[in-house]
């Protein structure tokens, strides 16, 4: 059986609310001694928009259309932290499974997940080994974040 690296959530949802904690850890499993410099977990949040535009310019012989690109990419957070070794040295994993817990607190203010065929709003924890001089293992595991709406800000809730 080769090496498998897991991410799991306390929270089987993996539905969160923005200022919450998740808790969870990162599962490898390994068959062999495995040479590592460590196990890295990362959370992002993200956004990301692109859509067309066509125009037609000119008539006849001399019509063309253009088409315009808009894109944008915005980060709303990243935080990396080795949940083992510090990924400098390496060390040795021993064979069986293995479990390394994390928690992180998300930010507040941060805007719920979304997808849409423009557009996205994305959160996601990837957890990695560093495997030196080799093809590193990873697992990348989406959670969904709702943001709390606060009516008492909005005049126009009344």
């Not at 994390?102 to 990695?128: D, M, W, Y």
């Amino acid at each position: 059986m080769p090496t498998v690296i897991s991410v799991v959530f306390d929270n089987p949802s993996a539905v969160f609310f923005s200022g919450q904690t998740i808790t969870g850890y990162v599962q490898v499993t390994c068959d062999k001694a495995k040479s590592c410099r460590g196990v890295e977990v990362k959370f992002t949040g993200y956004s990301r928009v692109h859509w067309t535009e066509r125009r037609t310019t000119g008539t006849g012989d001399k019509r063309r259309t253009e088409t315009k690109h808009y894109s944008s990419r915005e980060q709303y957070y990243e935080m990396n932290y080795w949940v083992w070794g510090n990924g400098q040295s390496s060390g040795e994993l021993p064979p069986g499974q293995h479990v390394f817990r994390f928690n992180f607190l998300l930010p507040t203010g941060i805007p719920s997940s979304f997808e849409s065929h423009i557009g996205k709003v994305r959160h996601q924890c990837k957890a990695k080994m560093d495997i030196p001089w080799g093809r590193d293992k990873s697992c990348l595991r989406p959670y969904t974040v709702n943001s709390l709406y606060d009516l008492n800000k909005d005049p126009q809730a009344m």
